[in-house]
């Protein structure tokens, strides 16, 4: 009897240990992900490398978690003359729509919008962000002097070939005039700001 109890726990901890080493390495390939570039960062701009993340509260609310990558030389207080691309990965459901109206808003803060460009960059944005769900992501990827695109989940949705737009939409977030100073701040963490 004594060497089936042997047997019976050297059996348990043997799957035990089996256990273990399988989790390590699940949690091991999460902590890979978490580094590596989405694929649309990865083409867009090649050896790119996360320059900072944060995430962006309204009140007691998560909204999204969001990633800048950049390439070696990113300065984030010239965020305007280098390529990016910034992940914006929703919490919460929330309307294409919403979506537009408050990056209208943000962008009037950071600087004066002309009425026809207004309309303009309102349609521009309307083509580019559906309505979310948790877990979706917008990657806005940076073009300078030339633009912005724009993927969602991975999939290029818009392309949007104006660079004051580009400048004034990424400056929501990395403008020094930001709404969001602690955000900006952990976005540019890699970077000089």
Known sequence: MAWLTVLFLRRAAHKLLLA????QLVLASDAARADAAPA???????????????????LLWDVFDAAL????????AQYFDHAFALELRYLRKLSGTSLVESSLQEMRRVGAIDPVKEAAWSAAMRSAFPDVEPGDR???VHRPGVGARFYVN??????????????AFFGIWLSPTTSEPRLRSALLRGGAS
Do not use: H, K
């Open 138 to 140: 917008i990657t806005g």
């Open 20 to 23: 273990f080493v399988a989790l």
């Open 69 to 76: 990558w950049g390439q070696t030389g990113f300065d984030g």
């Open 40 to 58: 649309e960062v990865a083409l867009a701009l090649p050896q790119s490398e996360i320059v900072g993340t944060g995430r962006m509260r309204y």
């Open 154 to 167: 991975g999939r290029l949705r818009s392309v949007v070939d104006d660079a004051a737009f580009a400048r």
